[in-house]
């Protein structure tokens, strides 16, 4: 993972995903794919979060099955998301991306990257378009975001499990520092925000591959929230180790940052989920039963 | 961890619950002002309760064969998810639906079961539960009430206090010692039904800050009660207690305390004609919690649906819930006081008020902030 981060070759890793089937898990099974779900591949994407994997494997695996719904043939090696012009994940290691354009979605290939942290998020130059499919308008940016969703609630998790483990192993004071409540209380919250981020993002998964605005809302606005609550308790236990390179926290921290401000924050969410809610006249329970 | 909550939808046999029970509450709640429909679970109506219960739409976890509906979880979700979204009076029913009922189904014997739960299912027996006392609050296990064995039953001695619902309650599940004492903790505590219309008995109201007088003291003066007053075993209440709790603690009404409030503002917004984008991002943000706290409820219902005892898990639900539920009234009273000029309807300035000022309660009653976190931190492995 650092190799990669530090610009090192992603070809070999890349390879294994290719090799492992995984890519087309998302592919109907008259393609030649696994015909999941996308609730039901939702643990494999959490799972990428949580250990961080330097490579878009779950943007390739949505990517893949986009491209194949459009009765056209997907591109060898690592496709991103990239549905606005902010910074997009994995753009380091991208060779394709797919982009917003007008009405459509447009398959490009990635010319070159401006980084914003170490070589994997930054900053598309988009080359040349190779194909363009229309879509349902605004839909690249919901299942984006959902995939993020899953990508937090992963990490998230992970991040519980490693400040735990921790707290339970540093002493001061003469006992672990698992043993204080103020320690403990804290840890709390980050264990209720792992489960709040991991059922938003399951809300996100209820529609496939084409979730509602507002389903994506509820799972990226989550999401994002329990990013920020949970890199902060974390670093916070942790101390300043958790903050050192060679200690493997920041992989998830600094992921989970990224991935919070990718295909829109807490804010923008919101604002999108305000506007439906004030669009339909319903109230609370009618509106998300 | 806690992988075990996961996205659970309602079955639909019991989401066709909600549209006959709309109709019943509908006519209940026409006429109540806003103000008193944010009372949520507080609003007391014992005819309403006994209607209730005439419609099958209480005991529907209890088996039919004591006058329940048989039903699971999920039917009990659907049912208090409506009568609170509506701020329909539940509070005469409420804690005998929700706790007393399931207690005595489990631990109490087939005379017990015959006499208490058809008439709660009518929602003609009202309980309280009687936990805190003056020196026992977050420490339950400090509880100084105690209930010698006198003949074949017991002499009751000792004071409850903040019991909910206590004035209007027929009966009390109360937690007292029957053996042992201070130093044993939570062993040789019991659980005892006290007709708190008995002699010996007296309940004297407490008026809270917003001038409502839900909860109470109890004073026990060398009250006899009969051998069947414990419910399950003598020196086993800690245990009993415990083992409900994931029902007190994971449900909507951890969620929607402020539901009137936030549904009654959206309206507002709406009909001020407001399209900011601070106004939509806290119409959006406030609704996306929910969405996410009422997936949660249900994550834990399917677990109660399993039979199994989620404690832990009810626990985060109910921290992050009476979270959600504090921050409303706030995040919303902000909203409106950075709109001086727009005229706000009296009712729900009323409303805002009110919940604004009860708000605090919503992470005292049924365990405490700090109490929750330290049993989830526990779960973690941390104690």
């Not at chain 1, 190799?3 to 890519?23: C, K, R, Y």
């Not at chain 1, 903050?243 to 924050?265: K, M, N, P, V, Y």
């Not at chain 1, 919101?270 to 509106?287: H, K, V």
């Amino acid at each position: 993972m650092r190799a990669i981060e530090a610009g090192g070759d992603p070809g070999p890793a890349w390879h294994l995903f290719e090799q492992s089937g995984f890519l087309d898990a998302l592919v109907p099974e008259h393609a030649g794919g696994a015909g999941l779900e996308l609730a039901d591949a939702a643990p494999l994407l959490a799972l990428l979060g949580g250990h961080a994997v330097p490579l878009p494997v779950g943007d390739t695996m949505i990517a893949r099955a986009l491209i194949v719904l459009a009765d056209r043939v997907p591109p060898p090696g690592p496709i991103v998301l990239a549905a606005g012009a902010g910074p997009t994940p994995f753009a380091g290691v991208a060779q394709h991306a797919l982009v917003v354009a007008g009405c459509s979605i447009a398959q490009v290939s990635v010319d070159a990257v401006v980084p914003v942290d170490a070589h994997l998020t930054g900053r598309l130059v988009a080359g040349a378009t190779v194909a363009t499919f229309s879509a349902g308008r605004d839909s690249l940016r919901p299942i984006s975001a959902v995939l993020r969703a899953l990508l937090i609630a992963g990490a998230v998790a992970r991040v519980l499990d490693m400040t735990v483990d921790y707290a339970n192993q540093r002493s001061q004071f003469g006992k672990p520092i698992g043993k204080l409540q103020a320690v403990q209380q804290q840890l709390a919250v980050l264990a209720e925000q792992s489960v709040a981020a991991r059922i938003a993002a399951q809300i996100g998964c209820r529609n496939g591959l084409a979730p509602s605005s507002i389903d994506a809302a509820i799972a990226k606005h989550g999401a994002s929230v329990a990013a920020v609550e949970a890199t902060a308790i974390a670093h916070a236990v942790h101390g300043a180790i958790g903050i050192s390179e060679e200690f493997d926290l920041q992989l998830l921290t600094r992921a989970l940052h990224c991935w919070r401000l990718a295909d829109g924050a807490e804010s923008y969410w919101a604002a999108i989920l305000g506007f439906g809610r004030a669009a339909s006249e319903c109230g609370s329970i009618d509106l998300l039963r | 961890m806690f992988e075990t909550l996961t996205l659970s939808p309602i079955p639909p046999e019991d989401e066709a619950l909600r549209l006959p029970l709309r109709a019943l509450i509908a006519e209940q709640t026409a006429n109540m002002p806003l103000d008193r429909r944010a009372r949520s679970w507080q609003g007391f109506d014992a005819a309403f309760s006994r209607k209730l219960g005439q419609a099958g739409y209480l005991g529907l976890t209890i088996p039919k064969e004591y006058g329940g509906q048989g039903r699971g979880p999920f039917a009990r979700f659907v049912v208090v998810e409506e009568l609170l979204a509506a701020g329909a009076p539940v509070a005469a029913h409420w804690i005998a639906d929700r706790q007393s009922a399931p207690l005595i189904l489990h631990f109490g014997t087939e005379a017990q079961r015959q006499f208490y739960l058809p008439r709660i299912c009518r929602g003609e027996a009202l309980f309280c539960i009687g936990m805190s006392e003056p020196g026992s609050g977050s420490d339950l296990a400090s509880v100084r009430s105690r209930a010698e064995p006198k003949g074949d039953g017991w002499l009751l001695n000792g004071q409850k206090i903040w019991t909910t619902n206590a004035v209007h309650s027929d009966y009390m599940i109360a937690l007292v010692r029957t053996s042992g004492g201070l130093a044993d903790r939570n062993v040789g505590l019991s659980q005892l039904i006290v007709d708190l219309k008995a002699p010996g008995v007296t309940v004297r109201p407490i008026t809270d800050l917003a001038g409502d007088a839900h909860f109470a003291e109890v004073f026990f003066d060398d009250m006899h009660l009969p051998p069947d007053a414990l419910v399950g075993r003598e020196g086993e209440g800690w245990r009993q207690v415990t083992a409900e709790l994931a029902f007190e603690r994971s449900g909507p009404e951890r969620v929607y305390s402020s539901l009137i409030l936030l549904d009654a503002w959206a309206n507002h917004i709406a009909a001020a004609g407001r399209s900011d984008s601070a106004s939509l991002r806290l119409l959006g943000s406030l609704t996306a919690r929910l969405a996410v706290l009422r997936e949660m409820s249900l994550a834990v219902t399917a677990r109660l649906a399993l039979g199994e005892s989620p404690v832990i898990e009810a626990s985060l639900v109910k921290d992050l819930g009476t979270g959600f539920e504090q921050d409303v009234p706030l995040l919303i009273g902000d909203d409106l006081a950075a709109h001086p000029d727009e005229p706000v309807e009296p009712e729900l300035l009323r409303t805002l008020y009110y919940v604004t000022q009860i708000a605090p309660s919503f992470s005292l009653r049924g365990g405490t902030r700090e109490i929750l976190r330290g049993i989830i931190a526990r779960g973690l492995g941390l104690r």
